[in-house]
């Protein structure tokens, strides 16, 4: 199934669309007409996937296209549009693999690579193009076009002449190439106007990553690096790597409420718009509620908020909500709240941050992470996340989003540890503290940094209940709190249970 999220760059009468906007976006409108460029990758990377797309997407604007295969048969090609949805009817199919061997008397022109001159088999394809009067033409696959020049300078002056028939033809071709050369052979990359490689990247656990880049395209700009995506049923869909500079624009800064007065005393003065806020410390000490509770304020303002949820179910995740006070159903009903349930076995950093930005694209001011733990976990084998974090925060920074990360600590009491470190990212840190106290194991809450405004430096009491979230006074008289070992020198009272009024008592 195609997603949803895909960014739709402009329209450009002089680029040739390839079918797939993430990808059309990543080279700023499409693919210069009348060139040749090179679609490589291993075996199952999705290059038949990615050619079927460009030829369909020309057939929709009324442009002739034409597969021509070496290495498959029509039937192949047929079934693997079946299985997308998709029809070749409007496409021509010219098919130069079969077991039938070459038979120059044949209607059919059928012929097997190993059997026959690489000579015979540039004419037949040129042949072929000169009856249809392509506009689009896909070229799979260059292995045994290499096979059957037998010396690189053939296979050289063989791909120069097809390069230089179809441009006089007005032809936008892509050849397709599945790297079984030699890596270090170079010699397609200098010929072709634009190369394209797609890479797919197992993983010990969870679905293989898939990822593409343009390596080269004369004349246009694009965005380099690699950039994540998926091939499922629909085709390709490509997440183009986000850009935080690219997306600026203005807002309000003014604090808003994060529904609580003492909170929003200790953040000295509420949730600042374009700012993060992280939520660190031990399980169960009430980071994912504090979290929610600031989303309910925000909802009941009007805005608009997704919550991530990478570890809790959805189900819980309401039922417990609905239990402290905070019925999230009316807003999700009403389409103020969308809730995610992350699968991250499944899921690629740039589809995460290509679903985020769709999020804020949409409307949405208020993002929640929860949390950062599993999100790092999920994607052991990948490089650079906290450089894709950065870059996801910036970009939410920019775009005005007030944006809390939920980051779990090891341990519950004395020395607690993150997998992690994102302080240096984070504009303020809300941190949550077990201590005992009176026979019981009570909250501690504090606010360690923040970049916005000036905060207060108490430690405060947290505790949660069907009243919903309160935050008591500043702990003047316990020592030692934050290292979950504290001693009392004082009277200061601790937060009692509201109970539910009755009515009559």
């Avoid at 949805?85 to 098919?95: I, M, N, P, R, V």
């Avoid at 097997?112 to 689009?136: A, K, N, Y």
């Avoid at 607690?416 to 949550?432: H, Q």
């Avoid at 194991?441 to 606010?447: F, G, H, K, W």
Wanted: charged share 20%; hydrophobic share 40%; aromatic share 6%.
């Amino acid at each position: 199934m195609t997603r949803s999220f895909e960014t739709v760059p402009p329209v450009d009468p002089n680029r040739a669309s390839t079918g797939i906007a993430g990808l059309d976006d990543i080279l700023g409108g499409g693919l210069t007409r009348d060139r040749l460029y090179l679609v490589e990758g291993t075996p199952g990377t999705g290059k038949t996937t990615l050619s079927l797309q460009f030829l369909l997407e020309g057939a929709a604007k009324g442009e002739a296209g034409l597969y021509i295969t070496l290495s498959e048969t029509a039937e192949e090609l047929r079934a693997v549009a079946e299985a997308h949805g998709w029809s070749l009817d409007g496409l021509s199919l010219f098919e130069l693999a079969g077991d039938l061997g070459l038979d120059p008397e044949s209607e059919q022109t059928v012929l097997h690579p190993s059997e026959v001159e690489l000579g015979e088999t540039t004419r037949e394809v040129m042949q072929r193009v000169e009856d249809l009067h392509p506009t689009r033409v896909v070229f799979d696959s260059l292995s045994e076009m290499r096979l059957l020049a037998q010396s690189p300078l053939r296979y050289r002056r063989q791909i120069l002449a097809l390069k230089g028939f179809f441009s006089s033809r007005r032809c936008t071709v892509l050849m397709l190439d599945d790297r079984t050369a030699d890596p270090t052979d170079l010699q397609l990359h200098s010929i072709a106007h634009g190369v394209i490689s797609l890479e797919q990247v197992p993983r010990n656990y969870g679905a293989e990553r898939r990822r593409l880049r343009v390596a080269k395209m004369r004349g246009i700009k694009f965005r380099g690096g690699f950039h994540d995506f998926v091939l499922d049923t629909g085709g390709l869909t490509v997440f183009p790597r986000l850009i935080a500079a690219e997306h600026h624009d203005s807002f309000a800064s003014a604090p808003t409420s994060s529904g609580n007065a003492d909170l929003d005393a200790l953040l000295g003065g509420g949730l600042v718009p374009g700012t993060n806020i992280l939520l660190s410390g031990p399980s169960g000490a009430g980071k994912s509620t504090t979290a929610t509770h600031c989303v309910m304020a925000a909802l009941e303002r009007g805005e608009r908020a997704t919550y991530y949820l990478f570890d809790e179910g959805l189900g819980t995740f309401l039922s417990r909500s609905a239990a402290l006070g905070m019925d999230l159903h009316p807003h999700v009903e009403a389409g103020r709240l969308t809730l995610r349930q992350i699968d991250p076995a499944e899921l690629s950093p740039g589809e995460f941050a290509c679903r985020v930005r769709a999020a804020v694209e949409g409307g949405c001011s208020f993002i929640v992470i929860d949390s950062l733990n599993a999100y790092m976990q999920s994607m052991p084998g990948e490089n650079y996340l906290l450089l894709q974090m950065h870059e996801l925060l910036s970009y939410l920074g920019q775009r005005g989003v007030k944006t809390m990360l939920v980051l779990g600590y090891h341990g519950l009491v004395g020395d607690v540890r993150a997998d992690i470190d994102l302080s240096y990212l984070s504009d303020s840190i809300l941190f949550f503290r077990f201590f005992e106290a009176a026979g019981q194991v009570r909250t501690a809450i504090s606010v360690v940094k923040t970049r916005s405004n000036a905060h207060e430096r108490t430690i405060r009491e947290l505790k949660l209940s069907a009243g919903g979230l309160q935050v008591g006074e500043a702990l003047t008289d316990f020592e030692g709190v934050l290292t979950g070992l504290p001693s009392y020198k004082g009277g200061v009272s601790m937060l009692k249970d509201r109970l539910p009024r009755v009515d009559g008592a």
